[in-house]
């Protein structure tokens, strides 16, 4: 199947998916939830060790860790709102699902995908490795770089983050092989997290990590936290659904042979 095939086909089975069986929907997106939440608090173990063993390489650490998250949403088809944005855009551009239907998954996935992340993060706030954490960690030191950003920065930001984890999404598409979609997904997610930039599913793990901390990183308010979210959000949807699915649309109404 081709790229194209296999977009079309994603896009029509989750419009299928969300308005003929809504709790299955739900539930697969809560799980993305889970899923990315429990990759970034490993990441976040690994790199606060590595950054008391080398001063500096935490986040180098938790950059090329943090897409087992992602890897793992993608083979256990979890529903993932950063990744339907680009499915959405491709379908809406190719006129196989309305915009509004589009909005509406994006908009189920992503409340969804909180529930996920919140879970996890009660979850581990009663264990041994993240039971006790202050501001001083990695988790806490991360958010409160995230959450001192502005508005216009945030969302820049998440514009690119989006457009490299649907590169991401892409080239796993194209791998047939579970560890050929782990070798695409690692290295190319450690961009946009080096780099520092926005994902807003992401920070949803992030924060309910951070929630738990005593005490909480500096600007830990719901002002901050939700001027993040939505400026990250939209973010997201440009570079992610716009710049990747709905450009690939485009390209792909060719009248010549070249298509994907």
């Not at 939830?33 to 935490?58: D, N, S």
């Not at 996890?120 to 264990?127: D, K, P």
């Not at 039971?131 to 960690?137: F, L, P, Q, S």
Request: glycine share 12%; net charge neutral.
């Amino acid at each position: 199947m081709t790229l194209y095939e296999t977009l079309d086909t994603a896009g029509d089975k989750k419009q299928e998916l969300l308005t003929q069986d809504y709790g299955r929907f739900a539930v697969r997106a809560v799980l993305a939830g889970m899923y990315l939440t429990l990759g970034t608090a490993f990441a976040a173990v690994a790199g606060q060790v590595a950054e008391g063993v080398a001063p500096g390489t935490g986040g180098l650490v938790f950059a090329c860790l943090f897409g087992l998250g992602l890897f793992a949403i993608v083979v256990l088809g979890a529903e993932l709102a950063t990744g339907s944005m680009m499915f959405v855009s491709w379908s809406a551009t190719r006129g196989r699902m309305p915009w509004g239907v589009a909005l509406r998954m994006v908009a189920v996935a992503t409340f969804y995908n909180f529930i996920g992340a919140a879970i996890v993060a009660l979850v581990l706030s009663q264990s041994a490795k993240l039971g006790g954490i202050d501001d001083t960690h990695l988790i806490s030191t991360l958010t409160e770089g995230k959450l001192a950003k502005p508005f216009f920065g945030a969302f820049v930001e998440a514009m690119g983050a989006n457009f490299v984890v649907n590169m991401a999404v892409l080239g796993a598409l194209q791998a047939k092989e579970i560890i050929s979609k782990f070798a695409v997904i690692l290295p190319i997610i450690a961009v946009f997290v080096g780099l520092g930039l926005e994902h807003v599913i992401a920070n949803f793990s992030l924060f309910s990590l951070a929630f738990f901390a005593d005490p909480r990183p500096a600007g830990f308010d719901g002002l901050h936290i939700t001027g993040n979210w939505v400026a990250v959000w939209l973010g997201n949807f440009v570079g992610g659904g716009l710049g990747i699915g709905a450009v690939y649309a485009w390209l792909n109404q060719t009248k010549t042979s070249y298509v994907d």
